[in-house]
């Protein structure tokens, strides 16, 4: 079981350029979420979706796009990215609403480091 | 509104002695509670939760933790510190009607020497 799986792992941008950081889960999880992690920031919800054809901001929604046109992937979008963007991004599923009884738990993947120069 | 608070950014213990990481929460509404663990270069892993059953949560190697509402505190504890338990430590709140997101403390760095 591949759990949830994230490309790719590294990677470096100019400025002003876009790229697509993709997610995908094979547990057949309703809810899908992007994370940002940054030093001493803990992590921060940039978008989430809660099935196919829905989503919704997060905390830190700005200069991300995402989509959800399947149950198994959740794409994020930077438009155009910037050095404020430097992160290391995390994917989570879960089968219910996160935190939520006994199948809210989020299950991550491994993270995707972003540098962008 | 909630938040999460965790007290230290960094705990350094010796291998074979207690571990305690300390975390306070505020929410609007009974809270759901959990510990991650982050090992390097790894994606975030559930440690245990509390969902308002038993107080006193036991979760996976050897961890537990203590919901006390009157202090709103929710430590992580375990007696014994084994060098596999380096990694960073988060807390994190759920709790609301409606829809459900996570609060995630700032994490804590747990160093264990030999």
């Known amino acids: 079981n591949a759990g949830v799986t994230q490309t790719p792992k590294f990677q470096v941008l100019k400025t002003g350029q876009s790229m697509t950081l993709q997610c995908a889960q094979d547990m057949n999880h309703e809810y899908m979420s992007w994370y940002r992690q940054d030093p001493g920031m803990g992590l921060r919800l940039i978008h989430y979706s809660v099935g196919a054809g829905i989503t919704d901001q997060g905390e830190v929604p700005n200069g991300y796009n995402v989509s959800r046109s399947t149950t198994e992937d959740f794409p994020l979008r930077l438009l155009s990215a910037a050095p404020s963007q430097t992160s290391v991004y995390f994917c989570a599923s879960s089968y219910s609403l996160p935190g939520q009884g006994n199948t809210g738990e989020l299950f991550f993947g491994e993270g995707s480091r972003l540098t962008v120069l | ?114």
């Open chain 2, 1 to 114: 509104a909630q938040s999460v608070t965790q007290l230290d950014s960094h705990v350094s213990v010796s291998e074979g002695t207690p571990v305690l990481l300390r975390c306070n929460y505020s929410s609007s509404y009974s809270p759901s509670l959990f510990w991650y663990v982050q090992h390097p270069n790894k994606g975030l892993q559930l440690l245990l939760k509390y969902t308002s059953a038993a107080t006193l949560v036991k979760g996976i190697n050897g961890f537990e933790a203590e919901f006390k509402k009157s202090e709103t505190s929710f430590h992580l504890t375990k007696p014994s510190a084994h060098m596999s338990d380096a990694a960073e430590y988060f807390c994190v709140v759920s709790g609301g009607s409606g829809y459900s997101t996570l609060t995630f403390g700032k994490g804590t760095m747990l160093l264990v020497s030999p």
